[in-house]
């Protein structure tokens, strides 16, 4: 079983960056498709980017050009840099993963394993 640990949310100014980290285990990432989304208080979780298995990348509109999303499989992570951060990037984030040659940020329910979030902050 797929088990991922985010990393490396935080509180941060606007205009700042963090770089979040998605850990994997248990399973050959290499073959896992990995999304990042997010959860306000009070609001539903959205998708933010995801990068399939073979390294293609989707983004959000309210990211795009803020937030890149990589893979380093050697090391089993998905890496979210979040640069020029705003207020409205407050949130929790998550990772998930599933086995396939696509990634999505629409859907949710599309992945089988779940991280268990990490905190941004971006406040002055």
């Known amino acids: 079983q797929l088990q991922l640990v985010e990393s490396g949310g935080g509180l941060v100014q606007p205009g700042g960056s963090l770089r979040l980290s998605c850990a994997a285990s248990?399973?050959?990432?290499?073959?896992?498709?990995i999304g990042w989304f997010r959860q306000a208080p009070g609001k539903e979780r959205e998708g933010v980017s995801c990068?399939?298995?073979?390294?293609?990348?989707d983004t959000a509109d309210s990211v795009k050009g803020r937030f890149t999303i990589s893979r380093d499989n050697a090391k089993n992570t998905v890496y979210l840099q979040m640069d020029n951060l705003r207020p409205g990037d407050t949130a929790v984030y998550y990772c998930?993963?599933?086995?396939?040659?696509?990634?999505?940020?629409?859907?949710?329910?599309?992945?089988?394993?779940w991280g268990q979030g990490t905190q941004v902050t971006v406040s002055s």
């Open positions: 998930a993963g599933r086995r396939s040659d696509y990634c999505s940020i629409s859907e949710p329910g599309y992945y089988d394993y």
């Open positions: 248990g399973f050959a990432f290499e073959y896992e498709s």
């Open positions: 990068i399939s298995r073979g390294g293609f990348p």
